[in-house]
């Protein structure tokens, strides 16, 4: 069995005194498809947040390919990295956020090349081709040159899409990618993330569109009250439910 | 009334109105550019989670938004030199307008930054750009679009400060003014030519601010 990709280690966050994350463990490996659900509060944006180094953590250590991301230890101390390791790491994983937080003031095309001419330093006709490319892959050449407020929220998550995996992350995150769009743009992006999933792109996702869940995942996980609560495949979590907890959950959702 | 309006006095001394103006133009840009180096810094320092850059920037905009300007501009000139720092007129006055634009440019800057969305940050942050390279590639170029109105506004006040220049004899446009009013006793003319000069220099100020508003425009 090969190194896993990622591993979580332990992971406690909290905000000020309120402790969101109680020890969480999880183990990803290449072209993984992790589906987080569970209910509103339970943790699963801050557990992203803490993978893209967004959030400091108190405990617990993440690992990419084996080594320690944001914080290192010195005589016993545990110190965070500086800006710009933090930056190389967070590299690392690729983030797509709920509300798209396009760069208003770019193009759909200098959005995706901004992180591979200042990031990965390639040259501008590499950075263009290979903007294009995904650009491309999520349906939006033809509209490469338009800005993020010209475009509809679908195009602009599918953009910020493109955007990120265009980095060559190792690992995708999506945090609830689809709720700030209306029902009909849902689909065009759930199958841009189905199609990079059935390409072997590893990625961790919360999402609240269980059918969704359910076709996509390798692994399914229900977080409740800052904990795993339960994990395994999506035919088992969903069909079985183990706790009283998931099962309601799962008979509230809608599929 | 018997006063009769004759230019011919100050036409003659046009040219030199005229090199005022410039100078004036000149001290302006000097010093807003510089000082909106200033107000940048200062703006991200009083934002900070750090609290002694926070008290600094806060202290350095209280003190000189609360000073006068022709008193800031007769500290430099006849205060400085006597703690040591000797500089000339025009680097005195460049050096007290610089100070003075930045702190007025820090609330400006600062009131932008605060407007823009937590998440560009984040999501500049998120494609593996440093602190800097965020600000640099992504804050400061939204947040430099939304507050170009109030830039404008002002860029042609901090221009229309360079007449207090003549405080300290640095020969611009008020300067020259005055010298061809006490020359000549064209009293009314010096002062309404002066004026328009002002007045058309702010409107094509204004004008070129707006087409540069115009351009950079977020769709
Ligand atoms: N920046 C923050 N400051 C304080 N509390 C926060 C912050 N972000 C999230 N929380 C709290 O942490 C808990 C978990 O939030 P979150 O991870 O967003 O949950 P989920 O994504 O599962 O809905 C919630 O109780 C929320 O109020
Ligand atoms: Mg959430």
Known sequence: MANPLMVIE??????????????????????????????????????????????????????IDGEEIGYTKKN???HRLSSSILAQHRALTGMVFQTFNLFPHLTALKNVTLGLRKVKRMKKEEAIETARHWLNRVGLLNWQDHHPGQLSGGQQQRVAIARAIAMNPKLMLFDEVTSALDPELVNEVLSVIKDLADDGMTMLLVTHEMHFAYDVSTTVIFMNEGKIGEQGPPSELFQNPKSQRLAEFIKNSTF | MDYRLNFDAVWRDFDLLLSGLGLGLS??????????FIGLLAAFAMISKNNLWRRIAVFYVTAIRNTPILVLIFFTFFALPQLGLRLGKIESFVFTLTIYSGAYLTEVFRGGLVALPVGLREAGLAIGLTEWGTKIWVIIPVMIRSV????????????????????????????????INVNTFRVIESWAVASLMYVSA?????????????????P
């Open chain 1, 10 to 63: 332990n992971l406690h966050k909290k905000f000020d005194k309120m402790e969101v994350l109680k020890g969480v463990d999880l183990t990803i490996n290449t072209s993984d498809v992790v589906s987080i659900i569970g209910s509103s509060g339970s943790g699963k944006t801050t557990l992203l947040r803490c993978v893209n180094l967004l959030e400091e953590f108190h405990e617990g250590r993440i690992l």
């Open chain 1, 76 to 78: 016993d101390k545990r």
């Open chain 2, 27 to 36: 001290l302006a840009v000097v010093s807003i550019f510089i000082g909106s």
């Open chain 2, 148 to 179: 170009l109105p109030a830039l404008s506004n002002n860029f042609i006040s901090l221009f229309k400060d360079t007449s207090l220049a003549a405080a300290i004899a640095v020969p611009e446009l008020t300067f020259y003014a005055r010298q």
């Open chain 2, 202 to 218: 702010c409107y094509l100020i204004a004008a070129g601010l707006r087409l540069l508003e115009r351009k950079l425009a977020i």
